[in-house]
């Protein structure tokens, strides 16, 4: 075998370890952002009758982390000559048939710092379609123009980056341990009064069908946590946390005939959003599992005709063709009742639960067809951009 000399080994050696360093220094240079370091506090709380004479312990954690938000969308438009004394354009613009002007629409909101390096968690319908988005930081008075770096219009998710460091992040709970009954104390900026605090419980748990996310298309995931601590225009977006200070819900909206607060409030859940944050942060956006099918929900009369022995499940009514599920076998008229080995209660739980995961992901379906319990396994799709049901 021909072997170089020692100085052409040594020049090769050293052209190796450049090359390293060079591919080392690109893809390091090209590399995401990493994930933010969030803290999270899983341990359960601790449910008993003793009287609390005050929360301010838990306000004093958890205030800090909760920002105002302030957006702004620009508007322009063009006006005839003749309604322009009604909208006061000045005596400049006049001249020619037709002048531009422009309106500034702002909105206000809430934000929870998530990472002492700027990352923050808001409601998506606070900063959907502005212009420009600037977060006020109230305990030490600073005031930072924000990016977004991602949305989830069917969650009401948003996430933005302010440019800044050793901020007061707050402590993530564990809202799959919830209970009714639950005390909650939400925290936000309602009606630009300054920060506020109210007080209430978790009245309900896994709330769906209102009217936000993305209603025009039929399709949104509402899991929400309903609560009757007072929740008011501009704590959307704002904490909600438990009884030990940690943040369990994002405030999202009201209930109410007359705009204010009626006891009736929402919040996203902090698991839900959580799975969104992440998602977003590393990827931009939220892919989603398909299954490719229409369903319906069990009444007394289906459960009687497929003699099932309860109302738990969902009827398949359609299925794709060449979708997931399709492709896999499932027919219409099966009985979806497990979906990962988790039982299905209705077709809003199944959703829920397709929706959480990956495209590609592998997915087993328990079913019943014609009396006989079925089990099938497949890979999910990814949830096209306009989709009416999973």
Not at 325 to 336: F, H, L, R, Y
Request: with cysteine; net charge negative.
């Amino acid at each position: 075998m021909k072997r170089f000399p020692k100085p052409m080994v040594g020049f090769f050696a050293a052209l190796t370890g450049a090359l390293a360093m060079v591919a080392l220094f690109y893809f390091t240079a090209w590399a995401k952002d990493p994930a933010p370091a969030i803290k999270v506090d899983t341990t359960p709380i601790v449910r008993d009758a003793r009287a609390v004479t005050s929360f301010a312990p838990v306000v004093k954690k958890a205030a800090p982390s909760v920002v105002n938000i302030f957006s702004t969308h620009i508007v322009h438009l063009r006006l005839d000559p003749f309604y322009r004394r009604f909208f006061s354009v000045p005596p400049e613009q006049s001249g020619g048939n037709q002048r531009d002007i422009t309106r500034r629409e702002e909105s206000l909101g809430s934000g929870i710092i998530i990472s002492p390096d700027g990352y923050i968690l808001t409601a998506n319908h606070v900063v959907d379609g502005m212009d420009e988005i600037n977060v006020a930081i109230p305990n030490n008075k600073k005031e930072f123009t924000a990016k977004v770096v991602g949305t989830d219009p069917p969650t009401d998710v948003a996430v933005l980056k302010i440019d800044a460091t050793g901020l007061p992040a707050i402590t993530l709970g564990n809202s799959d341990q919830l209970e009714v009954g639950d005390v909650v104390l939400a925290i936000g900026n309602p009606f630009d009064v300054g920060e506020s605090v109210t007080m209430g419980i978790v009245s309900a748990l896994g709330r769906n069908g209102r009217n936000i996310g993305m209603p025009d298309s039929g399709y949104s995931l509402q899991d929400f946590i309903q609560t009757d601590a007072a929740i008011n225009p501009g704590n959307s977006g704002g904490a909600l946390v438990d009884a030990g200070g940690r943040l369990i819900g994002i405030n999202t909206m009201i209930e109410s005939s007359s705009m204010g607060n009626e006891g009736i409030g929402f919040a996203v859940p902090i698991n839900r959003a959580r799975n969104v944050m992440e998602r977003l942060i590393s990827g931009g956006k939220v892919p989603r599992g398909y299954l490719g099918i229409h369903w319906q929900d069990i009444n007394a009369n289906l459960a009687q005709q497929f003699n099932l022995s309860s109302q738990n499940g969902v009827l398949v009514d359609d299925v794709m063709t060449n979708g997931p599920a399709g492709n896999a076998g499932i027919k219409s008229g099966d009985v979806i009742v497990a979906f990962n080995t988790k039982e299905v209660d209705d077709g809003h739980s199944l959703q829920l639960a397709v929706a959480d995961c990956a495209p590609g992901s592998t997915a087993t379906v328990k079913l019943i067809r014609n009396k006989a319990q079925k089990t099938v396994s497949f890979n999910l799709g990814e949830l096209p951009a306009s989709v009416t049901q999973n």
